[in-house]
């Protein structure tokens, strides 16, 4: 069965780093690229980073350039992203998907069951 769980999740204020991560099952990692997309209250869920193992290209947002780093470990078949210098803006729930992009993660249908981020000013 193919799954992907996010975890790390939390509160934390303004200026605050937090790393989530996105262990995968059923497939490799490095199989897929892998994305990082954010729902914030009352918009769309867009996608602010990728990553493809199998070569180390990653992609981000303008929004996250700069503050937020997406890796992967191989051996443990888990993809994180490392956000720093956070914002309140950056509040919302962050998923990942195998996909780089909304249309491609919903043909995929890979989809984590989000985890929420808080930033408080």
């Known amino acids: 069965e193919v799954q992907l769980v996010e975890s790390g999740g939390g509160l934390v204020q303004a200026g605050g780093s937090l790393r989530v991560s996105c262990a995968a099952s059923?497939?490799?990692?490095?199989?897929?690229?892998i994305g990082w997309f954010r729902q914030a209250p009352g918009k769309e869920r867009e996608g602010i980073a990728c990553?493809?193992?199998?070569?180390?290209?990653?992609d981000y947002a303008d929004s996250v350039k700069g503050r937020f780093t997406v890796s992967s470990d191989n051996a443990k078949n888990t993809v994180y992203l490392q956000m720093n210098s956070l914002k309140p803006e950056d509040t919302g729930i962050y998923y990942c998907?195998?996909?780089?992009?909304?249309?491609?993660?919903?043909?995929?249908?890979?989809w984590g069951q989000g985890t929420q981020v808080t930033v408080s000013s």
């Open positions: 998907a195998a996909g780089c992009s909304t249309v491609t993660a919903d043909m995929l249908g890979y």
């Open positions: 059923g497939f490799a990692v490095d199989d897929y690229a």
């Open positions: 990553i493809t193992s199998s070569d180390g290209y990653t």
